[in-house]
């Protein structure tokens, strides 16, 4: 595994806000690998960190210190247009809150991030519709957000996301916006989507029952990062239950 090079790594990376006349230091020397095909759970109480660590590891925000590196590639000193083309090539992005465009259906949402890439239109269509169908939603092709369900518009994130073939998908609480029947379908479709693509997968969650699915937890505490125990054993145990997710 040493010789594995991660998909994305951070190295003591570390985020100080101003505060009045004060630093205040959410993290505090942070380590963190992710392999490819591999889904980390990232854990902790409100107000932890955890969105923080996200951008940037998403390279939405620079660290105060540290490295973030992609593919073993140093990225925290890249400029502005370096950093929008990488996060546009190689992350796709799952929020609470969907944030799709509200005049536009299901496969043009999808369609979208695949444009301002360049890629041709109807490619960029095919595509949006095999991710659609992927998320099982090939019956809301047309449809808007506002006749959507909130766990199907969450779907549609899900597949625009995907859209771009990330190598790294960064998650944050993208089922906290859900009822827990709908919160256990919707990432029962991410997780197969991202097992199934070999993605690299960071997501933060409030939800146990979710996080005990995934390959590894880790916990943010007073701005340090620490491995908890397997989710993988856990995931056997309650195996018969995630097969009806699938």
């Not at 990225?75 to 502005?80: A, E, G, H, N, P």
């Not at 899900?158 to 827990?180: F, V």
Request: hydrophobic share 40%; charged share 25%.
């Amino acid at each position: 595994m040493s010789n594995v090079i991660p998909t994305l790594e951070l190295r003591r990376v570390v985020k100080k806000f101003k505060q009045g006349n004060q630093n205040l230091e959410v993290l505090r020397g942070v380590d963190l690998r992710v392999m490819s095909g591999e889904v980390v759970a990232l854990v902790g109480q409100s107000g932890a960190g955890k969105s923080t660590l996200l951008q940037i590891a998403g390279l939405l925000e620079q660290p105060s210190s540290g490295e973030i590196l992609f593919d073993d590639k140093k990225c925290s000193k890249l400029k502005d247009k370096e950093r929008t083309e990488l996060r546009r090539d190689f992350i796709g992005f799952v929020y609470q809150y969907h944030n799709l465009l509200p005049d536009f259906n299901a496969v043009e949402n999808v369609m979208l991030p695949q444009l301002i890439a360049g890629m041709p239109y109807h490619t960029a269509e095919e595509r949006a519709k095999w991710l659609l169908s992927r998320m099982k939603l090939d019956k809301r092709f047309k449809h808007r957000p506002s006749e959507l369900s909130g766990g199907e518009q969450q779907r549609v994130a899900i597949a625009r996301a995907l859209a771009n073939s990330p190598k790294l998908l960064l998650a944050d609480e993208p089922t906290g916006n859900l009822d827990p029947k709908t919160s256990e379908i919707v990432f029962g479709e991410l997780l197969s989507v991202v097992k199934e693509t070999g993605l690299a997968a960071l997501i933060a969650t409030h939800n146990f029952e979710l996080a005990a699915q995934m390959d590894r937890k880790v916990c943010l505490s007073e701005g340090k990062l620490s491995e908890q125990n397997s989710a993988r054993s856990v995931r056997m145990s309650r195996n018969s239950r995630v097969k009806n997710f699938y």
